[in-house]
T-cell receptor, first 116, second 113 residues
Framework: DSGVTQTPKHLITATGQRVTLRCSPR?????VYWYQQSLDQGLQFLIQ???????AKGNILERFSAQQFPDLHSELNLSSLELGDSALYFC???????????????FGPGTRLLVL | AQSVAQPEDQVNVAEGNPLTVKCTYS??????LFWYVQYPNRGLQFLLK??????LVKGSYGFEAEFNKSQTSFHLKKPSALVSDSALYFC???????????FGTGTRLTVIP
């Protein structure tokens, strides 16, 4: 158990809908990262937050957004969902400092999203 | 261009035999290299990382990896494979100046009893 929790574990929804995925980082970790794992794209970085502020952006669609709250949990919002958004979404967290590239990222169990 | 590659989609090895899962990278500067394992319906579990220093890194569950700068490789190894090692293995690189991890495409390891 990495200490990173994600809810829900599974999510089934329809095209055009909006969903929110939630992540709680390990105790004391200030950085939260979101990744998407799909069969055709592999594991891709979406976005990073550090202590409530957006720190880095990857291949995140404009339909997707995220935020990190004062208690450090993070939410990933996916809107106008398409079939191709079906994937496993992982959250990861890393220890206190930002920008320290050698820090390990610890991953949560993921949320499996199925868009029908 | 900076990249990370896992040249083998699938590796099969007999139980008790040594295993190697390959990873190569291309980067300007010094990379930070990681290995993660993913079991079915589970998240990614951290195995080990190379930051600097000794080229042989020891990690969880008896795994180790060797950093080879001249060959730009970071192969994952284990002296004696267990059936329970069967899983999907990902090599990841954190390039200089980047906050996130770049993952290889993954290698599915099957240990045959």
């Amino acid at each position: 158990d990495s200490g990173v929790t994600q809810t829900p574990k599974h999510l089934i929804t329809a095209t055009g809908q909006r969903v929110t995925l939630r992540c709680s980082p390990r105790s004391g970790d200030l950085s939260v990262y979101w990744y998407q794992q799909s069969l055709d794209q592999g594991l891709q970085f979406l976005i990073q937050y550090y202590n409530g502020e957006e720190r880095a952006k990857g291949n995140i669609l404009e339909r997707f957004s995220a935020q990190q709250f004062p208690d450090l949990h993070s939410e990933l919002n996916l809107s106008s969902l398409e079939l191709g958004d079906s994937a496993l979404y992982f959250c990861a967290s890393s220890p206190r400092a930002s920008g320290r590239a050698f820090e390990t990222q610890y991953f949560g169990p993921g949320t499996r999203l199925l868009v029908l | 261009a900076q990249s990370v590659a896992q040249p083998e989609d699938q590796v099969n090895v007999a139980e008790g035999n040594p295993l190697t899962v390959k990873c190569t990278y291309s980067v300007s500067g010094n990379p930070y290299l990681f290995w993660y394992v993913q079991y079915p319906n589970r998240g990614l579990q951290f195995l080990l990382k190379y930051i600097t220093g000794d080229n042989l890194v020891k990690g969880s569950y008896g795994f180790e990896a060797e950093f080879n700068k001249s060959q730009t490789s970071f192969h994952l190894k284990k002296p004696s494979a267990l059936v329970s090692d069967s899983a999907l293995y990902f090599c990841a690189v954190r390039f200089p100046g980047a906050n996130n991890l770049f993952f290889g495409t993954g290698t599915r390891l099957t240990v045959i009893p």
